[in-house]
């Protein structure tokens, strides 16, 4: 996972790499279709790291993610939502760029993005904790979020990752954007279980 966000770190033989390489002319070929001027690239490393794992979170709605490589092959991805439903169909409807935009433009109209959480949506002692803190009320943490994000797909995975693995994933993050605060994610964790329903609930409209 690191590779992504460690410029000039990574391996040029290994199999990370040349999945980068892969995508590069992709990649170009879709910024070329934006004007330039209308839009500010950030060069902050929390939101360069955030866009990049929230953009392989959201990956794992339509098929499995190699999210934990090198150091875990196990595949994240919404298991038990392809289950239930006709999987080839679900991929075949992501595949028409009219139903991709009509999906967007209903998350992102969501009532999602603007959830305000209450004591009472958590447990007695994060309720306390979340209330001596004054956390409630207050907008979600970037930091917090990337380490929840990173939580979420081990608990996403199949079979399942030993936790050594996702906290050095976290840690490693960590060290390379210098946060040396320990980060609840009480609120953010809550907003990505949410937020997954949502997203199933709007995806079986399309399908």
Request: positive net charge.
């Amino acid at each position: 996972m690191s590779i992504l966000i460690k410029k000039g770190k990574g391996n040029k033989n290994s199999y990370e790499y040349q999945r980068i390489l892969e995508e590069r002319e992709k990649l170009f070929n879709e910024l070329s279709n934006f004007n330039i001027k209308d839009y500010k690239i950030s060069d902050d490393k929390t939101e360069i790291a955030l866009s990049l794992i929230f953009h392989l979170y959201l990956d794992t709605f339509l098929h499995p993610i190699h999210f934990f490589l090198p150091h875990s092959s196990h595949c994240s991805g919404k298991w038990d939502f392809w289950n239930k439903i006709d999987y080839i169909k679900l991929k075949h409807k992501f595949n028409d760029k009219d139903i991709q935009m009509k999906f967007r433009e209903n998350i992102l109209k969501n009532k999602i993005w603007d959830i305000k959480f209450n004591a009472d949506d958590f447990s007695l002692i994060v309720k306390k904790r979340l209330l001596r803190e004054g956390k409630l009320g207050k907008s979600l943490d970037p930091e917090s979020m990337i380490k929840a994000i990173i939580i979420r797909m081990g608990e996403l995975a199949s079979p399942n990752i030993n936790y050594e693995v996702i906290d050095f994933v976290i840690r490693d993050i960590f060290t390379y954007l210098q946060v040396d605060k320990y980060k609840r994610i009480d609120l953010e964790i809550e907003f990505l279980r949410r937020f997954e329903e949502e997203m199933v609930n709007e995806m079986k409209v399309l399908i």
